[in-house]
């Protein structure tokens, strides 16, 4: 099974600061990692699909990048309502696709 | 728009079973595989369950197999997954998703997501 490992589990920011977050695939994944965001309460939503496409509707200041083992997923400029849990996920081997631990995202 | 709401959930005793339902709207269901990924508390995200558009095709993951059903009726718009022999660990919220596609008509991301609804295991 591939096992996608992400980090920072936590992270504290301010307002307007460039937040990164990591997902390392056990195996060359090529670029099928997604990145999803999760609120208390709330659907969850799929922000970055294809390592680097941004979903319809997500705001430009999310972005994605990488390839092969190595994945990053960036907040420009963190907004109070980005407060989340984020999460990677591989579907290199489908249909059994598995996300990473998640990184909790607070404001500082 | 796309909805997705699940119902079912509540609090079960250790070996008993429950049905959980996705009803959904806003998209043409018969088109779109579907998906059960749940989440226990404190912990990830886990994917259950895969089942494609027609039910010809059904995927369970292994913490699962043998014990939760999935299914559909495309003519009522509903997901289902039927659980039986229930574990304190299978205690966590459980979400219905969609599958989109890419361009070549490979699943590759889950586009819409319900609110998810919590299943509790204990005595």
């Known amino acids: 099974d591939v096992q996608v490992t992400q980090s920072p589990s936590s992270l504290s920011a301010s307002v307007g600061d460039r937040v990164t977050i990591t997902c390392q695939a056990s195996q060359d994944i090529n670029i099928y990692l997604n990145w999803y965001q999760l609120k208390p309460g709330k659907a969850p939503k799929l922000l970055i699909y294809d390592a680097s496409k941004l979903q319809a509707g997500v705001p430009s200041r999310f972005s994605g990048s990488g390839s092969g083992t190595d994945f990053t997923f960036t907040i420009s400029s963190l907004q109070p309502e980005d407060i989340a849990t984020y999460y990677c996920q591989q579907y290199d081997n489908l249909p059994q696709v598995t996300f990473g631990q998640g990184t909790r995202l607070e404001i500082k | 728009e796309v909805h997705l709401v699940e119902s079912g959930g509540g609090l079960v005793q250790p070996g008993g079973s429950l049905r959980l339902s996705c009803a959904a709207s806003g998209f043409t269901f018969s088109s779109y595989a579907m998906n059960w990924v749940r989440q226990a508390p404190g912990r990830g995200l886990e994917w259950i369950s895969y089942?494609?558009?027609?039910?010809?095709?059904?995927y369970y993951a292994d913490s699962v197999k043998g014990r939760f059903t999935i299914s559909r009726d495309n003519a009522k718009n509903s997901l289902y997954l039927q659980m039986i022999s229930l574990r304190p660990d299978d205690t966590a919220v459980y979400y219905c998703?969609?599958?989109?596609?890419?361009?070549?008509?490979?699943?590759?991301?889950?586009?819409?997501w319900g609110q998810g609804t919590l299943v509790t295991v204990s005595s």
């Open positions: 998703a969609r599958y989109s596609y890419d361009s070549s008509g490979y699943p590759n991301r889950f586009d819409y």
């Open positions: 089942i494609s558009a027609s039910s010809g095709t059904i």
